[in-house]
């Protein structure tokens, strides 16, 4: 299996229980599955929701906040305790971990973006795995609307991180087996589709709405981030976290999820 660059994106629904506790379990697999990857040669950079709902948890909120500095204080407070626990699985695995937090204008701004790039290749050549988030301590771009936004989401923060980070494979995980032709929740005879080689308006009709009680976005984000990681000669598959193993598969090129095949010549735009 030749080796790759691969971001993989994991959703709060993942990190959190429905009641709003960290779910250690789904953190330590992941972890284990990631710095395994790693083992076998590949690169991995981590993109990681979670932040606001594990803070909202560690203050004891019983859910959510509704204003923008109940918001940013509880980021604040959660993305100290991701960091740890990442710190920790990681580590028991042999993995060093690195934060980077992003907003706007650090991929906005072509200095800025270029230093990331760098910043990124050295942690990689050092055998770190990133860990990223937007910094919504003081970042606005996802927990508040109305305002011009250039990450919105982390669907989209792991596609430009992708792009930055000139990877091979962008994986989306989160609480759905991937792209189906009909709303499973209301559709039992739903197809799931194994394979996406054009974001067509046909395609883009079947995006449903919002995520979860503590997270953001839905399957609309997730096909933007695809077409945006596409046009750029980047793979990207949407898969279930229920079982991080499926990350062999889809490392693999196995039928894992929903695969959508990067666009005809935009390989070499990436690379440039």
């Not at 709060?12 to 960290?22: F, I, K």
């Not at 508040?144 to 669907?155: A, H, S, W």
């Not at 009680?213 to 990207?236: F, V």
């Not at 949407?238 to 062999?248: E, G, Q, T, V």
Request: overall charge negative.
């Amino acid at each position: 299996m030749e080796a790759k660059r691969i971001v993989v994106k994991v959703g709060t629904s993942t990190l959190l229980r429905p009641g709003g506790g960290v779910n250690l379990r789904e953190m330590e697999l992941l972890a284990r599955v990631l710095s395994d990857l790693r083992n076998m040669g590949h690169q991995v950079i981590l993109v990681s929701s979670g932040a606001i709902g594990v803070g909202s948890g560690k203050l004891g909120l019983r859910e959510r906040p509704s204003d923008l500095r109940g918001k940013q204080a509880a980021a604040a407070v959660g993305q100290c305790e991701l960091m740890h626990l990442y710190d920790k699985f990681f580590g028991e695995y042999g993995r060093t971990v690195a934060q980077i937090l992003l907003t706007d204008e650090d991929v906005d701004h072509p200095v800025r973006a270029q230093h990331l790039s760098g910043t990124f290749e050295a942690l990689l050549d050092l055998g770190c795995i990133p860990v990223v988030n937007e910094n919504d301590s003081v970042s606005s771009s996802e927990i508040e609307t109305g305002q011009r936004k250039v990450l919105g989401d982390n669907d989209t923060l792991s596609a430009i991180v992708a792009g930055l980070c000139r990877a091979d494979l962008l994986v989306l995980l989160s609480d759905i087996d991937g792209l189906y032709d009909a709303d499973p929740r209301r559709h039992p005879d739903a197809r799931l589709i194994r394979r996406v080689t054009a974001i067509t308006p046909e395609i883009e009709a079947l995006a449903g709405g919002g995520g979860s009680q503590w997270g953001t976005g839905g399957m609309a984000t997730k096909l933007s981030a695809a077409r945006y990681a596409t046009a750029r000669g980047i793979e990207m598959v949407i898969a279930n976290s229920a079982d991080p193993a499926i990350l062999y598969d889809i490392a693999a090129g196995r039928d894992a999820g929903t695969r959508f095949t990067a666009a005809p010549g935009a390989e070499e735009v990436n690379r440039a």
